[in-house]
């Protein structure tokens, strides 16, 4: 089976940095990506990486070691809007239609 | 423009009825999945289907159909209403990856919160 585990919930504080850990063991691997989703919306994408290392995009980076089956997305200069859950997605099998594996999410609440 | 859009976006229905949820996409992507997020938020694959064909089921009991006339549609028929189909359901669609592509990342509809009294 595949394995995705993420913590169930975070707090931080307006303006602070907040890394979110996941850790994945799956059948296979081509591609991990991290989505936001606010209270009853659909989830949005984020970020992606295939390849170690980190990419950034403005505010968020995401992190992957894939010798370590490990990643983090990391939230900088948080605003109350970024509260939400964070969901960390693996593709399993390098397939054309292979959909994405989902781990539970990570509810953030920013405080003032 | 709506990417991926999903019809109704809220379903009441009595236990034992027979409901469909449709799904449309403008994007041009081959690959449609419908996914199911539970009460603790949990989403997680049902289908998925590539140019009209069923690629993935997973296991998803027999009462919940899948239809693909045509690869912009998916609508998910579901028989026999039960409590525990209570849940959010999120369609979605994505470009094949292919190798040198693997960035495809999927794209949701709004959802549908079914309840089942």
């Known amino acids: 089976g595949q394995n995705i585990d993420q913590p169930t919930e975070m707090t931080a504080t307006e303006g602070a940095i907040v890394q979110i850990n996941c850790t994945y063991q799956?059948?296979?691997?081509?591609?991990l990506f991290w989505y936001q989703q606010h209270a009853g919306e659909a989830p949005t994408f984020l970020s992606y990486?295939?390849?170690?290392g980190l990419e950034e995009k403005g505010r968020f980076s995401s992190f992957l070691s894939r010798s370590k089956g490990y990643s983090y997305l990391l939230l900088k200069e948080l605003q109350m809007k970024d509260s939400a859950s964070y969901l960390c997605?693996?593709?399993?099998?390098?397939?054309?239609?292979?959909?994405?594996?989902f781990g539970k999410g990570t509810r953030l609440s920013v405080i003032a | 423009d709506t990417a991926v859009s999903q019809t109704p976006k809220y379903l009441v229905t009595q236990m034992g009825n027979d409901k469909s949820i449709k799904c449309e996409q403008n994007?041009?992507?081959?690959?449609m999945y419908w996914y199911k997020q539970d009460s603790k938020k949990f989403l997680k694959i049902m289908f998925s289907?590539?140019?009209?064909?069923?690629?993935i089921n997973e296991t998803v009991p027999n009462r919940f159909s899948p239809k693909s006339p045509d690869k912009a549609h998916l609508n998910l028929h579901i028989n026999s209403l039960e409590l525990g189909d209570s849940a959010v359901y999120f369609c979605?669609?994505?470009?094949?990856?292919?190798?040198?592509?693997?960035?495809?990342?999927?794209?949701f509809g709004q959802g549908t919160r079914l309840t089942v009294v």
């Open positions: 289907y590539n140019n009209k064909e069923l690629i």
């Open positions: 979605a669609s994505s470009q094949v990856a292919y190798q040198g592509r693997l960035n495809t990342e999927a794209f």
């Open positions: 990486n295939v390849l170690d």
């Open positions: 997605a693996v593709r399993v099998r390098n397939s054309g239609n292979t959909p994405l594996v």
């Open positions: 799956t059948s296979g691997f081509n591609g």
């Open positions: 994007l041009g992507h081959d690959t």
